[in-house]
């Protein structure tokens, strides 16, 4: 099942698959993110924004969230979880606003399915021209020479009567701009199980790599990746949050 079919016909699992996933951490974390290092305005629009689980946590902060997604299922969802917020079916490596936001996110390592240098290039400039003065562009992202291919992440989750099982880990075959995100998900109910199998097309980029890319555009600072405490990247891990502020 290539691209984006899997979340297509699976919009309604998609917050089963990410059940792990503490949301109101890494939504409070990038508002101090926001009051620390941009402009505290409250004007936010989240990039691939999914089924909007951080949309609905900016709102609940007094943000006045938005929406961005290329998969109209999923914002579809969102609207349900989020009816004050305004959702749009755009691509994040070419995406216009009307009205400048003071924040845009990027969670959930999303960055990545910009899937080629130059159309990360390509959102990193849209994310830049959206953004007014003192603005943050915010992210996670992982670096290409830190993947290990053999490492994945698994939880089950239990929904309508089905045990799901979920799987997914980063491919990398150590050279190029390409990488992958392998997903399995597993579902088994009344003694019959389906396996669907999926991989996603990312582009592998280095730490160096992507703040020189970024670094035209923005005054750029990277943090561990981690949701409780800001404190600077030590140059050695593999995830990262960086914050990209707009001068």
Request: with cysteine; glycine share 8%.
């Amino acid at each position: 099942m290539p691209g984006n079919a899997l979340y297509t016909d699976l919009s309604g699992y998609y917050d089963l698959m990410c059940a792990d996933i503490d949301y109101r951490a890494q939504s409070a974390c990038v508002h101090r993110v926001q009051q620390i290092f941009g402009n505290a305005g409250t004007r936010h629009l989240d990039l691939a924004c999914g089924t909007g689980p951080h949309v609905r946590h900016f709102i609940d902060a007094g943000y006045q969230s938005a929406g961005l997604d290329i998969n109209q299922p999923m914002l579809d969802h969102a609207a349900l979880r989020c009816p004050e917020a305004q959702f749009c079916a755009q691509d994040m490596c070419g995406f216009t606003l009307n009205e400048p936001v003071d924040l845009i996110t990027c969670f959930l390592y999303s960055i990545h399915y910009s899937a080629s240098i130059d159309r990360l290039k390509a959102c990193i400039a849209a994310a830049h021209s959206a953004l007014a003065v003192g603005g943050v562009f915010c992210f996670n992202a992982v670096d290409k020479n830190t993947i290990d291919n053999t490492s994945f992440v698994s939880h089950n989750a239990t929904h309508d009567g089905s045990l799901f099982g979920f799987s997914s880990g980063w491919n990398y075959s150590g050279a190029g701009e390409r990488q992958t995100l392998k997903l399995r998900i597993e579902r088994t109910q009344a003694g019959d199980t389906q396996v669907w199998h999926d991989e996603h097309p990312m582009v592998a980029v280095s730490f160096v790599e992507l703040q020189a890319l970024l670094a035209p555009y923005f005054e750029v600072h990277v943090l561990a990746h981690d949701y409780q405490k800001l404190v600077e990247w030590d140059g050695v891990a593999g995830n990262g949050l960086f914050v990209c502020v707009k001068g």
